[in-house]
Nanobody
Framework: QVQLVESGGGLVQAGDSLRLSCAASGRTGSIYHMGWFRQAPGKEREFVARITPSDSSTYYGDSVKGRFTISRDNIQNTVYLQMNSLKPEDTAVYYC????????????WGQGTQVTVSS
């Protein structure tokens, strides 16, 4: 069992920065990938970023490359999403997710944190 809790969302203006946090607890040693996804009203869930804790390799969605950075703190079992140069189209609920080694999909999800970027 893995529990994920996101925090750090808020209301900002275009060009501002935010840092989201995802605190993981439980059987964190079983996690293969940690990812961030987002979903805006009326839109499908969108992949944002992924990190592999074992080697810290990262991968980003095209819409956030060069602006967002995913990182981790192994001691505190926390994954971060540093978001810079925010745009109104970044407005969404951001979800932290975890994929176990034995799973072929992300099977643990946080409850989400709202990010709103005004013009």
């Amino acid at each position: 069992q893995v529990q994920l809790v996101e925090s750090g969302g808020g209301l900002v203006q275009a060009g501002d920065s935010l840092r989201l946090s995802c605190a993981a607890s439980g059987r964190t040693g079983s996690i293969y990938h940690m990812g961030w996804f987002r979903q805006a009203p009326g839109k499908e869930r969108e992949f944002v970023a992924r990190i592999t804790p074992s080697d810290s390799s990262t991968y980003y969605g095209d819409s956030v490359k060069g602006r967002f950075t995913i990182s981790r703190d192994n001691i505190q079992n926390t994954v971060y999403l540093q978001m810079n140069s925010l745009k109104p189209e970044d407005t969404a609920v951001y979800y932290c997710a975890a994929r176990r080694f034995v799973s072929r999909e992300y099977d643990y999800w946080g409850q989400g944190t709202q990010v709103t970027v005004s013009s």
